[in-house]
């Protein structure tokens, strides 16, 4: 019996195409060769730690910002502040207490600058902003755990459990029963 060639394509070659065209693109993603802005000289673990303290300092600062526009909550939300800041020196690589380098060359002792996102009129709304940056670090935070190493994917998954925890506590009533 004679062998003839099929004018359309078997599924099975049609899997194995895509499937190969698939890999490719992911191999081709993974790749940070030639990608502007990545500086391979940095070791992983100093970037994520780097990033993970300025967005612990972002935060920080909305929480500044927040209770210094409505005092009332000021109260409210000191400790989840100090938690905050408790992240960012646990993130940090200096050792407390020793001066740490900024990012422009001089020492951390220069203060922070004014949070980039205006504070809501109503602290209503302030606190539903503050539980939303909150739980959009801790999903960030989270998504950053794939590619972490060991203890430091183990301490991004404990600061974004406390950062959902964070955003349940501004989002809900003190005082009031279930």
């Given at each position: 019996m004679p062998w003839t060639l099929s004018s359309r394509p078997s599924r099975r070659s049609l899997l194995a195409g895509a499937a190969g065209a698939a890999g490719t693109v992911l191999l081709a993603g993974c790749s940070d060769a030639g990608s502007p802005g990545t500086d391979t000289g940095i070791p992983l673990e100093r970037r994520m730690r780097e990033a993970a303290v300025r967005d612990s300092a972002r935060l920080l600062e909305r929480y500044a910002a927040t209770a210094a526009a409505h005092p009332a909550l000021a109260a409210r939300l000191a400790p989840l502040h100090?938690?905050?800041?408790?992240?960012?020196?646990?993130?940090?690589?200096?050792?407390?207490?020793?001066?740490?380098?900024?990012?422009?060359?001089?020492?951390?002792?220069?203060?922070?600058?004014?949070?980039?996102?205006?504070?809501?009129?109503k602290p209503a709304d302030a606190l539903t902003a503050l539980a939303d940056a909150e739980r959009s670090l801790s999903e960030?935070?989270?998504?950053d755990l794939a590619g972490a190493p060991g203890e430091l994917a183990r301490m991004l998954a404990s600061v974004a459990a406390c950062g959902a925890v964070h955003a349940y506590l501004l989002t809900s009533t003190p005082g009031a029963t279930p």
């Open positions: 100090a938690a905050v800041a408790a992240h960012a020196a646990a993130f940090s690589l200096t050792p407390p207490g020793a001066p740490s380098a900024s990012p422009a060359g001089g020492t951390g002792a220069a203060a922070p600058a004014p949070s980039a996102e205006p504070v809501a009129p960030a935070r989270t998504i």
